[in-house]
């Protein structure tokens, strides 16, 4: 198995302001991810994210809005750019592993007000 | 495409009822299968997995058998605990090695005492 963590953990920002959010993984994985979760909803897929490349997008997804930095097999970051209240929401970083078995970080808990 | 369907939620149960989640599947090819499990505040974590026709995944006392002839992973427990309150998700991931990962909506599990 991989153990992820995510920081921060939760926050709370302004309206036009950036934040990033760090990703780290255990053990060296094949493919990374980053997921948003609504309020009581399932998981949406952002991006895949590529070592040393342009993060693969969703469609709905941009990378002005979300750019994903993945310099090493166990790293990535998520940017919120110029967060507005509707990116209020649960981001999930994920990896998977040779095995196929995807797991995820805890969360990343944004507020904007 | 592919696509999961759960049964509508949430379920409301009292400690060591039985326990049965319907999951339903579409997918072209012979996709892996899996439930995850997640508990309030928490990310998701990897419940059981199958990855193929009648292989059958378990742990903590649930069980899922991947039925092709159905197109159906259904989770089962035969005597749930109040520990076991989660939102439970129902996901498939095709082949290739770079699938994703496609879940269900999620269903909200209660436990009473």
């Known amino acids: 198995s991989a153990v992820i963590s995510q920081k921060p953990s939760r926050d709370i920002c302004q309206r036009g302001t950036s934040l990033t959010i760090q990703c780290q993984v255990d053990s060296q994985v094949t493919m990374m991810f980053w997921y948003r979760q609504q309020p009581g909803q399932s998981l949406t897929l952002i991006a895949t994210?590529?070592?040393?490349?342009?993060?693969?997008?969703e469609s709905g997804f941009v990378i002005d809005k979300f750019p994903i930095s993945r310099p090493n097999l166990t790293f990535s970051t998520l940017t919120v750019s110029n967060m507005s209240p509707e990116d209020s929401s649960i981001y999930l970083c994920?990896?998977?592993?040779?095995?196929?078995?995807?797991?995820f970080g805890p969360g990343t808990r944004l507020t904007v007000t | 495409g592919n696509s999961v369907t759960q049964m509508e939620g949430p379920v409301t149960l009292s400690e060591e009822a039985f326990l049965t989640i319907n999951c339903t599947y579409t997918?072209?090819?012979?996709?892996?299968l899996f439930w995850y499990v997640q508990y309030p505040g928490e990310g998701l974590q990897l419940l059981l997995k199958?990855?193929?026709?009648?292989d059958k995944g378990s742990n903590k006392g649930f069980e899922a058998t991947y039925r092709k002839e159905t197109t159906s992973f259904h989770l089962e427990k035969g005597s749930v605990q109040v520990s076991d309150s989660a939102v439970y998700f129902c996901?498939?991931?095709?082949?290739?090695?770079?699938?994703?990962?496609?879940f269900g909506k999620g269903i909200t599990l209660s436990v009473r005492p």
């Open positions: 994210a590529n070592q040393g490349s342009e993060a693969t997008y």
């Open positions: 994920s990896a998977r592993n040779q095995g196929g078995e995807q797991y």
């Open positions: 996901a498939l991931s095709g082949r290739g090695a770079n699938s994703k990962l496609t």
């Open positions: 199958a990855t193929k026709a009648d």
């Open positions: 997918a072209t090819g012979y996709p892996s």
